[in-house]
């Protein structure tokens, strides 16, 4: 098994930065993808931002421009780099892995137990 642990939540205004962090509590032996999704009161949750395999990234239109999706594989971590914060941004974010572990297993999806961003004045 795998704990993803997130990091980097909290309260900023309007036009602020966060940064979050998400951090695998152990080596991986194939990562097929990392992400943020995020969760508003009353809505699902949604995927924001993912990091593919081989690099390549994606992004919701309604974070496209402002935030930044960066992994680093020689530490299992995936950040989040979120500008010009809306109060829409409100909501728990929730780090996401899609790995295998170890040769030989099947991939399976992890999630982290979720830290808050609160966007207000």
């Known amino acids: 098994q795998v704990q993803l642990v997130e990091s980097g939540g909290g309260l900023v205004q309007p036009g602020g930065s966060l940064r979050l962090s998400c951090a695998a509590s152990?080596?991986?032996?194939?990562?097929?993808?990392m992400a943020w999704y995020r969760q508003a009161p009353g809505n699902p949750r949604e995927s924001v931002a993912t990091?593919?395999?081989?690099?390549?990234?994606n992004y919701a239109d309604s974070v496209q421009g402002r935030f930044t999706i960066s992994r680093d594989n020689a530490k299992n971590t995936v950040s989040l780099q979120m500008n010009s914060l809306k109060p829409e941004d409100t909501a728990v974010y929730y780090c996401?892995?899609?790995?295998?572990?170890?040769?030989?297993?099947?991939?399976?999806?992890?999630w982290g137990q979720g830290t808050q961003v609160t966007v207000s004045s």
């Open positions: 990091v593919w395999g081989g690099g390549g990234t």
């Open positions: 996401n892995g899609i790995y295998q572990l170890t040769p030989g297993v099947p991939f399976r999806e992890y």
């Open positions: 152990r080596s991986i032996f194939n990562i097929r993808s």
